[in-house]
């Protein structure tokens, strides 16, 4: 009953988004399921995520390659959902903020591209309803957004749903069945989205308008477990404010997670500060790879760092030591060179009249 069940939310979720000929389906953040005749796959999700300890708000962008014209993605949410359009300026002003510093650091010793191995000389560059009674099947809303017709739905009378089926002829793999069963057990409810560029004839490819996503949430959750279907290589980049620095709970299957910003921001305006609140909001920066997605286990959980460490990345550039456009080595060398040779005049001389004056304390002798 419990598989039975599972498949049927799931094609309820997708033909809820409408009758799609040839489609590409995207489930959860970057799993995709295609179909014979098209292709579309997630290359990177860069999301930002804003928690205040009781509601969470995610915008999601996505950059797409392939040649699909239409496709549809999934996301479980824990609670209540609302979406909205986001807006992609935000992204661009995260970017300058966490961007890295840019240094300089000094050596001593030339190196292949300074003199004299080289006649050139040069830098070296270093290297995110209680108490009633539910329906059959729930459609909590559905909003044009842009390109986007988005669903948000619930399902619990399996009958129901499989008469719906039935009438609308709809056939769902197996395996997005199973994958999607730790969030029925779990009571969750669903953003699903069809993606339908206006322009027709242009295929869904590079960034796509980002979507904002709103729900109720003690607990900071960023969901991934159907990106486990992904056939390909996912990256994604999280942008999360929180009153405190934040880190994964567990890397989920990914590579180490890295933290590329953390640190206190207050945009005074704009998409970011509208998201972020009027107060000083912490903000971290984390990036990971997932080389094998199918080894996703389960989805992220963020918690608070120990400390609030703020952190920048810094990219450093290799500069040979010099003083007045004269390497630093070589006016070393040519000191020490100077030092050498006073030295040995010093002894030499020294020697020199060690002889005579031997030789005029004898003569007072024999006087």
Known sequence: MKRRIVALLFALLATQLGALVNPAYACGCGAMIPDGQSRIGVDRETSVVRWDGRTEQIVMRFSVGGDAHRAAWIMPVPSRATVELGDGTMFDELGRLTRPEHKTRGYFWPRERDWPFSSNTGDSAGAPMPGAAAPPVGVVGREQLGDFDVARLTATDPDALKNWLESNGFKLPDRLATEVKPYVDQSWEYVAVRLAPRDQGKPLRGDLDPLRIRFDSDRLVYPMRLSRMAKTPQSLGLYVLADH???????????????????????ERGPLAELAGPEPVFLTAIDQRFPVPGRIDADHELRATAEDTPYRRAIYHDELLTVGGVPVWLLTLGAAVVALTASAVAVLRVRGRRPRAAGAAGLEAHR
């Open 245 to 267: 620095r934040m880190e994964l709970a567990s890397p989920i299957g990914g590579s180490a997670p890295e933290v590329t910003f953390a640190g206190t921001i207050h945009p």
